[in-house]
């Protein structure tokens, strides 16, 4: 461009004048984090950190491709999308997935039901601390569907999309919430019944 | 379409350059002028009403105090850019005589959740003020402010002549507010509800729409109003009103609905539709062909949005209105380029188009084929996450600059960009006066040649040299901020993240853009001194937006304390980060009215 030695020469010029808080003579452009770094500026350091060793890299990667993603920690308000637009598409993803979200739970005995949303939970042990809670009330116990073990008397199962009863714990959990359709903590001797399967 | 129609003239607000109260008061306190200043002041408020300008106006009122007075009585439309730059009952006291207003709230970075919730911008102060000083008001648009469903009821019962109310990107009312407008306001002609916050509990729920008392209406728009509506009520209402224009409707309205709307406003001008494909309620299916029909009766069509829940094979019909389109938002339509195609070859004279990049670089090409009057362009991400594929790059950008040399506007998100492509589009849309990119990975370089898009921006900024809002983003460094300082002499708007190395950065910026007037800046490593660096323009900007900078309490509270008329805020809403000396978000403004007394406990007005 135009006049780019020149500038570059006022650049180095204005580096020379320039104010800075810091104490003459250091050459830091950033200030040393603080003690105790903020959540957002972590990630900051982090993916500048990341970046200036890619953008370092020249010609390493001919793909032009970024290197295999590190997991960004998701930062609030970026890329800068208005909710409504980013919920009009995701209220529209949540329909086609009818079958891992909000579940029904049904406990005997329990005089009502409730309502799970399965996708905040990371995985089994969770689950079941959540179950736990939601029917503290009727006096649990230890909730133990997983394997048959001694403890309660109740067993978690759920239906899956073949409409079948099934042992809550036997499959990945992944796959557990693409394919369930409620859940039913069962008690008394049909737990028993289920727990003593291979 | 108005989705961040920032209006960028300059000065548009009461506030002068050095706030001089002498000058600023309506006339109560002085004695009344001699006779024949009486005949002059009466001959100048006689030409003056026809000053639409506002920024005409305000150098009209700089002349001396009698032309103050004069411009004073005449200013119908009063425009008020930030509702704490002035109060109230000042701007009422100025301006007696004002029909419309505009009044905008929140800083934009609002948006994007970056504000917490209950920060400001209430709307009552002002109602308060209004309803007393304006009976005659007929025209309120608000922007980014709060306003509550008992504001609604208020404003629909002060004020007889009420016209047009525009909420923009607004919260805090639901259907009960919009129920006592369509009842109470028997001459509304417009009701605009864009991109508003209106989220209501089912049991909530009002049917407003079978209040409307008014038989003028020209333009309803709610297309994000959440809740379903009374599609009996609407189509009475749409059969009632000869006048209607603009209707946009949101997604609870089904196609069969829609084709029936259609069929009572062949008029229309600008049609949003709801769902445009097998969700909606209900209804009815509606055959292709009949859907088709519809739309080549509504001859006068020139804005078309909405598709929402689309299927693709519906889309073709509204093949007979493209040609006459000038606005085609098709923004929530997730197509192909090859879905695409058959629509936009008949859209010739189209100045607006906003699309989802799942169009991809390809359906871009054939948009630069066809639309060679596009003055408008916005390409948005269906999917927005940083780690996302993306679909379009820096292919699809400079295929529209080849083919749209009239382009105006432009806003695109993308994964991956090069600085050549951006060069391009500056050297063949010479008349860019926004350019918005957006590189959603965070410090992403030019992809080809891993560069930082120094160089691209920097060519924006030489080359187009109409420009006033920019917004930048992947790997910059001071020497993108250089380019800005110094070419960017009509900047008025930029927007920064994740951007720059040093307080230079922001130096370069603030001491070379002479008419910026809004600067909203995230996650960039600008400190106190690139703050300081800025005090000598502060009274001149709107406002100023630094979050996770690298600010401290000791150069804000310097700014502060320099700049009497400045009100610098300090947001502290995450408690638990607070290290009692950085500043984490910090929002700064011109104020004649001082601080204000409707602060949260988490801001600190420094």
Redesign the interface.
């Known amino acids: 461009m135009e006049g780019e030695a020149t500038y570059v020469s006022d650049l180095d010029n204005l580096k020379a004048t320039e104010l800075r808080l810091g104490l003459p003579g250091t050459d830091a452009p950033e200030k040393p984090t603080p003690a105790s770094p903020r959540g957002s500026k972590r990630a900051l350091l982090a993916a500048d950190e990341e970046c200036q060793s890619k953008s370092k890299s020249l010609g390493a990667d001919s793909s032009g491709q970024e290197a295999a993603p590190v997991a960004k920690a998701q930062v609030v308000g970026w890329p800068p999308i208005r909710s409504y637009r980013k919920n009009s598409f995701q209220a529209r993803k949540a329909e086609e997935e009818a079958a891992g979200l909000f579940v029904k739970v049904s406990m005997d005995g329990a005089p009502y039901l409730r309502k799970i949303d399965l996708k905040v939970y990371e995985g089994y042990k969770e689950l079941r601390k959540a179950l736990e809670n939601l029917f503290k009330c009727f006096s649990l116990g230890e909730l133990s569907g997983m394997e048959g073990c001694n403890g309660s008397e109740y067993a978690i199962t759920y239906e899956d999309k073949d409409g079948d009863w099934m042992l809550v714990g036997d499959v990945p959990w992944e796959m557990f919430i693409s394919s369930c359709k409620r859940l039913r903590i069962m008690s008394g001797s049909e737990a028993r019944g289920m727990r003593s399967s291979p | 379409m108005s989705e961040d129609e920032e209006d960028e003239t300059r000065g548009g607000e009461e506030k002068r350059r050095s706030p001089d109260p002498g000058r600023g008061g309506g006339g109560g306190a002085n004695p009344p002028p001699p006779f024949s200043d009486q005949v002059l002041e009466n001959v100048l408020e006689n030409v003056l009403q026809f000053l639409d300008s506002r920024r005409d106006r305000n150098a009209v009122s700089l002349v001396c105090r009698s032309w103050c007075r004069a411009e004073a009585q005449t200013r119908r439309d009063l425009f008020i850019g930030n509702c704490y730059a002035v109060s109230p009952a000042r701007a009422v006291e100025r301006f007696r005589r004002v029909r419309a207003l505009v009044l905008k709230g929140k800083p934009r ?1 609002a ?4 504000v917490p919730p209950r920060w400001g911008a209430g709307f009552y102060p002002w109602l308060a003020a209004l309803a007393p000083a304006y009976p005659w008001l007929e025209r309120l648009c608000l922007k980014r402010m709060s306003i509550s469903d008992a504001d609604l009821s208020l404003l629909a019962l002060s004020f007889p002549t009420f016209r047009d109310l525009t909420l923009i ?1 607004c919260d805090g009312f639901g259907t009960a507010g919009l129920a006592a407008i369509a009842e109470h306001c028997r001459h509304l002609r417009v009701l605009d509800l864009i ?1 508003n ?1 209106v989220e209501e509990e089912e049991e909530e729920m009002v049917d407003w729409v079978s209040r409307f008392s008014t038989t003028s209406l020209e333009s309803l728009v709610f297309d ?1 109003v959440g809740c379903a509506v009374n599609l009996d009520a609407l189509e009475a209402l749409v059969a009632r009103s000869p006048s209607l224009r603009r209707l946009r409707v949101n ?1 609870h309205v089904s196609v069969g609905h829609l084709r029936r709307l259609m069929e009572r406003a062949p008029q229309l001008t600008h049609l949003g539709t709801g769902s445009f494909g097998e969700g909606g309620g209900g209804g009815g299916e509606v055959e292709v062909a009949d859907l088709e029909a519809a739309f080549a009766a509504s001859r006068s069509l020139v804005c078309l949005s909405g598709f ?2 689309l299927a693709p094979e519906y889309l073709p019909a509204i093949c007979p209105a493209c040609a006459n389109l000038a606005s085609l938002n098709l ?2 339509a ?1 197509i192909t380029a090859e879905q695409l195609k058959p629509v936009i070859i008949h859209c010739h004279n189209l100045q607006t188009f906003w699309v989802l990049d799942t169009v991809g670089d390809e359906g871009l090409q054939v948009v630069a084929a066809t639309c060679k009057d596009l003055r408008e362009l916005r390409v ?3 999917d ?4 996302s594929e993306g679909s379009v790059s820096d292919v699809g950008l400079v295929a529209i600059s080849q083919g749209c040399r009239k382009l105006r506007s432009i806003l695109y ?1 993308c994964q ?1 960009m090069t600085n050549a492509a951006v060069a391009t589009m500056s050297e063949n849309c010479q008349e860019l006066v926004v350019f918005r990119l ?1 590189i ?6 030019d ?6 898009m120094d ?1 691209g921006f ?2 924006i900024v ?1 080359n187009c040299k109409k420009l006033t809002r920019l917004a930048v983003s992947g ?1 910059l460094t ?2 993108a901020f ?2 800005i300082g ?1 070419y960017g002499k009509l900047l008025r708007t930029l927007s920064v ?2 951007a720059g ?4 950065g922001l130096r370069y910026v603030l001491e070379g853009c002479p008419k910026l007037q809004k600067l909203e800046i ?2 960039s ?1 600008f ?3 690139g703050l300081l660096s800025g005090i000598h323009h502060y009274y001149n900007m709107r406002f100023l937006w630094m979050s ?1 900078c ?1 600010l401290s309490l000791r ?1 804000c509270k310097e700014v502060a304390q320099r700049l009497p008329h400045l009100v610098v805020e300090w947001i502290r809403d ?1 408690p638990e ?1 607070d ?1 009692g000396e ?1 500043v ?1 978000k910090l929002y700064v403004y011109r104020s004649l009215a001082g601080r204000r007394n409707d602060a949260p406990p988490f801001v600190e007005i420094l």
């Open positions: 970075f948006d994007f959740n970056l990107c991109e916050d994000f997604q929402r829940d923004s929530y997730d948005f991400p269906l927005v996450t940083e780690d998100f991956r957006c959603m990975g965070r410090h992403r370089p992809h080809l040649t891993r560069e930082p160089e920097g060519a030489m790997l001071d020497k250089g380019y110094m993240a994740f190395n040093s307080d230079l995230r996650d490593p400190g106190d001194a996770s690298k150069g995450k980060e290290d950085a984490e």
